[in-house]
């Protein structure tokens, strides 16, 4: 019966691909020219945060510059990509072209990354402020967090943070900026500090870029006794980190979130 309903499917709307419209084999794909042009994160990088190394890490424990610089609140962030025209063209249409279909697809790719045997943590989305989430109709990182949870990555807590006030968007801001709009304004949702605290907590957002939005999530959720902070995301922006095909560069101001 799936079998049939899926060829039915096929015939009315023939598979495309998710990020440039052309002809794929199957529903939810990407053609081979989108695919190659995803950059997966790989080995080697920091111990701490996952960012690409351009040298070997003798025993896995090499850290990058940030990370000796500050270290991490958090206990590690698993990309399922850089940033990259390909992922900006994902991540555009995902957050600000309703195509809530994608969630699926980008969930899947962020569930790659992931460490093996993480199945007993709680995941929490990056929340949007009330007006926010009334004018997009959606909180991504809820529905990508709604994905994770159905694959059996952890146990879905939705509401466990609250964003209390609404901040400025945060593109184009350097990081002192957006540590000051977000100061005090993510917080544990009153009542929700047992569903967080001795746990492992498992972040996830659509895309990161300075970090500045998931160390706030991550200090909150810290200070409600949460045993580890984890962050995961379906892309990560690393201006260092490759060269993109266009004539901007993966900054603050192009990168369409607040990460």
């Avoid at 957050?95 to 992931?114: D, F, N, Q, S, V």
């Avoid at 959720?221 to 995961?232: D, F, Q």
Wanted: charged share 20%.
């Amino acid at each position: 019966m799936t079998q049939a309903l899926d060829l039915v499917l096929d015939f009315v709307f023939p598979p495309r691909c998710l990020a440039c419209g052309a002809a794929v084999g199957k529903q939810g794909g990407l053609c081979g020219e989108c695919w190659a042009g995803l950059a997966i994160p790989g080995e080697p990088c920091c111990a701490a945060c996952q960012r690409p190394l351009t040298g070997p890490a003798e025993g896995g424990e090499a850290l990058c510059a940030p990370c000796l610089a500050v270290p991490p609140r958090h206990a590690g962030i698993h990309a399922a990509t850089l940033y990259t025209p390909v992922s900006r063209k994902l991540i555009l249409a995902f957050k600000h072209g309703r195509r809530i279909a994608l969630a699926p697809t980008l969930a899947r790719l962020i569930a790659a990354r992931l460490p093996a045997g993480l199945t007993g943590q709680v995941i929490v989305p990056v929340p949007l402020h009330r007006w926010r989430l009334w004018g997009r109709g959606y909180n991504q990182a809820a529905l990508l967090a709604h994905e994770l949870a159905r694959m059996g990555h952890g146990t879905l807590a939705v509401d466990a943070l609250v964003r209390v006030r609404r901040t400025p968007s945060l593109g184009g801001l350097g990081k002192k900026a957006r540590r000051k709009a977000l100061r005090g304004a993510i917080r544990v949702a009153q009542g929700r500090q047992s569903v967080v605290r001795g746990r492992e907590v498992l972040l996830v957002d659509d895309v990161l870029t300075s970090g500045a939005t998931t160390d706030a999530c991550a200090a909150a959720l810290r200070r409600a006794g949460a045993r580890s902070v984890r962050i995961a995301c379906f892309a990560r922006v690393l201006e260092e980190a490759i060269p993109l095909t266009t004539n901007r560069t993966p900054g603050a101001a192009m990168a369409p979130g607040a990460g």
